[in-house]
């Protein structure tokens, strides 16, 4: 009897495999087991049975398939050990069961919600999605909290969860210090909404009481603040740009990698560090003109042609970083190394940790160049209001950006076009309708 590791050939709309543990017995017997996650077909080494190197998260992903490979083949040898022929349906139901024990019965005392939520977490990082597991950790450090202040025990049953402990709760986490967290609504929102997403799987989970819980918290609702998507005119990038030839170290770096970001089709600061020389396509004299990655926060594919100042950036940026080059490294900008990548603690730490030396070179540069300051989420805002500007549809910009659906992108633009209107309206009417036009 053999066990490995495979990709059913029924990708999903993203381009997605289903990963299973194939178990053969005999001539031509085979059993699936699914794992319960999904790899880019473009990511997986079929043969080898493992996700491709290149691929974001790779090692902790091949680990977590090399542990439950692992643990399928303990419980088959325990099976064998008990009896020399084996029906597969039977090795089947063993490595089920070793994969996907069935939940632990609720205690007498019931069901923790951290407690549940915690194992939630860490089955979130588990699967690879460290930063999911990060923002459940944070939202369940903050109820926690509230409920040793408001019961003076750890945790609390879901079965006894009240809309009275999730107000107190939304009230500690909005009230200002000392007395509360002084968090924004918009933030307090988020964590009252992941905490709902702990009980709706509880309640698929079949945890007592956590369908009536789920119902309590969707009633318990923070109104978000509208906040203006922040972004720059193609002019004020140009003024930018302008500021380039007189700067050099780091604060040259960070323009670069900002006006790539921006030229790029509005890529992401996580995968701008990550971009590969491998992933960027030449034409017959070395040009670069083609781009492709794969985006870190949803894992789609994506490219977009390289317009010349994207395209001179990178010529800049060959005899550097590129092969041969003095400060050689397979990654475009050189922010992160293999070592870094391989571990996703380490890569978002990298990351987030260069994101942030960027932001304040950026405000420096902005303020010297005399335009706004934004961020790295303001260059993806600035290309798609400068693509909207000049008339490209909705289909082009939401292709360019690598959203999921139209429906994504139409919600992405639909601040710009509010201010558009408020802005002409204002103009029209003149100076005191803005407090009217605020809702």
Excluded: C
């Amino acid at each position: 009897m053999r066990l490995s590791v495979v990709a059913l050939p029924k990708p999903n709309r993203q381009g997605e495999l289903p990963l299973y543990l194939r178990i053969s017995h005999g001539a031509g017997t085979k059993r699936h087991v699914a794992l319960g996650f999904r790899v880019h077909r473009d990511d997986w080494n079929g043969r080898k049975g493992e996700v491709r190197r290149s691929a974001p998260e790779a090692h902790h992903l091949n680990q977590i398939l090399a542990d439950r490979l692992a643990d399928a083949q303990g419980a088959v040898r325990d099976l064998l050990a008990g009896s020399r022929h084996v029906d597969p349906d039977r090795a089947k139901a063993v490595v089920e069961a070793a994969l996907h024990p069935a939940p632990e019965s609720a205690a007498p005392d019931g069901t923790g919600l951290v407690a549940y939520g915690r194992r939630v977490q860490a089955d979130w990082a588990a699967r690879g999605k460290i930063g999911t597991s990060l923002v459940y950790g944070t939202a369940l450090g903050h109820f926690e909290d509230t409920v040793r202040r408001e019961t003076g025990d750890p945790d609390v049953d879901v079965e006894d969860l009240t809309p009275a402990l999730l107000r107190a709760h939304e009230a500690r986490l909005l009230a200002p210090k000392p007395a509360g967290l002084g968090h924004k609504r918009n933030y307090v929102a988020k964590q009252l909404s992941t905490l709902r997403a702990v009980l709706r799987r509880a309640a698929r989970d079949g945890v007592p009481g956590a369908a009536t819980a789920a119902t309590v918290a969707a009633t318990i609702r923070v109104k978000r603040e509208r906040v203006e998507k922040a972004r720059l005119t193609l002019d004020q990038v140009r003024a930018l740009e302008a500021a380039r030839p007189d700067l050099s170290g780091r604060a040259a770096d960070a323009l670069d990698w900002w006006l790539f970001a921006f030229y790029a089709g509005g890529m992401r600061f996580g995968d701008v560090a990550t971009l590969r020389w491998a992933q960027v396509d030449r034409d017959t004299d070395g040009t670069p003109t083609y781009v492709r990655w794969r985006q870190r926060k949803t894992g789609d594919a994506q490219g977009v042609p390289l317009l010349p100042p994207a395209a001179e950036i990178l010529a800049r940026w060959l005899p550097r970083t590129g092969p041969g080059g003095h400060e050689a490294s397979p990654f475009v900008f050189g922010l992160v190394t293999e070592d870094q990548l391989s571990d996703p603690r380490k890569a978002r730490s990298r990351i987030q940790s260069m994101n942030a030396l960027a932001r304040k070179l950026m405000r420096q540069l902005a303020e010297r160049a005399g335009v706004p300051y934004v961020g790295f989420h303001g260059a993806r805002h600035s290309f798609a209001d400068v693509l909207r500007q000049n008339g490209a549809s909705v289909y082009t910009i939401s292709k360019a950006l690598g959203h999921s659906s139209i429906a994504v992108t139409e919600a992405y633009l639909a601040a710009f076009d509010r201010a558009d209107v408020e802005a002409e309206m204002r103009s029209a009417f003149g100076p005191g309708t803005g407090a009217q036009l605020e809702h």
